[in-house]
């Protein structure tokens, strides 16, 4: 069983153009997150959702928008598409919770590809 | 600003042999202190954690020490395998309440190669 499972692995488009990535994740986690990975392999989140509600937006630009139509899916949604939001965008979530120590659960990523 | 330093950015070492990763971190109100294991290809995941009212803690191979006084943390990886080689993220967030209890910082990696 896939705990956190992110579609599409792959995705190539062309600049301009509108995509989206899905996320599910199957542990009863309250907490969902977006994190960005560049060429660099540098993890930075961009946000992060508890409970459905936008808890952080780490500056992400406008043409980001997350959508958590429940606690167990966190979609993105990139409108645009610049060359330099190529990257691997990883889905990840966790337990809510002072002490839960923020043990966090990466899905395998969606590696995109803007040309 | 980076929160988090981690070096080397990367490191070879032979089978058996006792890798040394190293992180400092700047927020003193830091509290927990993972650190990531990823694989090409894969998502990172967690390997060892550790919080600042102790100094060491070990799990198989691997052994995180702390030092407080110094914001400084580091992962030892004893008798070092080959199936080690990947790459080690160091990290650190805030407990508790509030917003801050949602993310994690992490530092830039470290690409660990480990020849037979």
């Known amino acids: 069983d896939t705990a956190v499972s992110q579609t599409p692995k792959y995705l190539v488009t062309q600049m301009g153009n509108d995509k989206s990535i899905k996320c599910e994740q199957n542990?009863?986690?309250?907490?969902m997150y977006w994190y960005k990975q560049d060429s660099k392999k540098f993890l930075k989140i961009m946000f992060s959702?508890?409970?459905?509600?936008?808890?952080i937006n780490e500056t992400v630009p406008n043409r980001f928008s997350p959508k958590s139509p429940d606690k167990a899916h966190l979609n993105l949604h990139i409108n645009s598409l610049e060359l330099g939001d190529s990257a691997v965008y990883f889905c990840?979530?966790?337990?809510?919770?002072?002490?839960?120590?923020?043990?966090?659960?990466f899905g395998e990523g969606s590696w995109l590809t803007v040309v | 600003q980076q929160q988090v330093k981690q070096s080397p950015q990367s490191l070879i070492v032979q089978k058996g042999g006792i890798p040394i990763i190293n992180c400092a971190y700047e927020?003193?109100?830091?509290?927990?202190f993972p650190w990531y294991q990823q694989f090409p290809g894969k998502g990172p995941a967690l390997l060892i954690a550790?919080?600042?009212?102790?100094s060491e803690k070990k799990e198989g191979r691997f052994t995180i020490s702390f030092n407080k006084s110094a914001k400084q943390f580091s992962l030892h990886i004893m008798d070092s395998q080959p199936g080690d080689s990947a790459t080690y993220f160091c990290?650190?967030?805030?407990?508790?309440?509030?917003?801050?209890?949602?993310?994690?910082?992490f530092g830039k990696g470290t690409l660990l190669t480990v020849n037979p």
């Open positions: 990840a979530s966790s337990p809510l919770g002072p002490l839960s120590g923020n043990t966090i659960y």
């Open positions: 959702y508890n409970n459905k509600e936008l808890i």
């Open positions: 550790i919080r600042p009212d102790v």
């Open positions: 990290a650190a967030s805030i407990t508790g309440s509030g917003g801050s209890n949602y993310k994690l910082t």
């Open positions: 542990l009863g986690h309250d907490t």
């Open positions: 927020n003193t109100a830091f509290d927990y």
